[in-house]
């Protein structure tokens, strides 16, 4: 069985200053990668995904995410952040071949605060 | 193109009652996953059902139990509340083939137990 283990529950950064946000997966087999955010009050919204190739991903918002499958990681980072930003980060895996078809595990979060 | 909606949005009842969930797909997906939010925590897959049938069961108790309709909106029902069921309920629909990748999530309906 898959895990997340996402390893900062609270991040608090600057406006304009970078900021990464670190996620750890562990699963027997291959696995797709996701970050979602959600914003107070409201359900998730897909930032980015690695399903395969190019390790550096590009999403929305101007977040990207790096895989590295050998330290089993898919950290998030965006290198000048807003304070629209400030939302609670997931990263989720979803395994390839699994008896439900692209269920996601879930990390337990991390609140990212952008402070003026 | 709509998106995924949930009703309602937020709900209290009491321990021992019975609840039930809605969920509209987004256009053209055929598969819907729900799962459970508690407070400080990341959702926790409940079960996914595509063309109406099950596809895949977290680790819930049966008296979480779904439905998907032919429209392919959808239902959780939840049992016997307990107040550990406190939580945000969000479905997710996606794609048009069991492979898809991406799922889209609603804003979720709160349910309080009391």
């Known amino acids: 069985a898959q895990s997340v283990t996402q390893l900062d529950s609270q991040v608090p950064v600057f406006e304009e200053a970078p900021v990464e946000l670190r996620c750890n997966y562990s699963?027997?087999?291959?696995?797709?990668l996701f970050w979602y955010v959600q914003y107070p009050n409201q359900g998730l919204q897909l930032l980015l995904k690695?399903?395969?190739?190019?390790?550096l991903v590009k999403g929305i918002n101007g977040f990207e995410a790096e895989f590295n499958k050998s330290q089993t990681s898919f950290h998030l980072r965006k290198h000048s952040v807003h304070i629209s930003d400030t939302a609670e980060y997931f990263c989720?895996?979803?395994?390839?071949?699994?008896?439900?078809?692209?269920?996601?595990?879930f990390g337990k979060g991390t609140l990212l605060t952008v402070n003026p | 193109e709509t998106g995924v909606t949930q009703s309602p949005t937020h709900l209290i009842k009491t321990r021992g009652q019975q609840v039930t969930l809605r969920c509209s797909s987004q256009?053209?997906?055929?598969?819907v996953s729900w799962y459970q939010q508690a407070l400080g925590q990341g959702p926790q897959f409940i079960f996914q059902y595509y063309r109406e049938e099950e596809n895949g069961r977290g680790n819930f108790p049966p008296r979480f139990s779904g439905l998907q309709f032919p429209n392919y909106s959808s239902e959780l029902n939840v049992n016997a509340l307990e107040l550990d069921d406190s939580a945000l309920y969000l479905c997710?629909?996606?794609?048009?083939?069991?492979?898809?990748?991406?799922?889209?999530f609603g804003p979720g309906t709160r349910l309080t137990v009391t």
């Open positions: 256009s053209g997906h055929n598969t």
């Open positions: 989720a895996v979803s395994e390839l071949g699994g008896g439900s078809n692209y269920k996601l595990t």
């Open positions: 699963s027997s087999v291959s696995v797709y």
């Open positions: 997710a629909s996606s794609g048009t083939n069991k492979k898809t990748t991406e799922q889209y």
């Open positions: 690695y399903l395969s190739g190019s390790t």
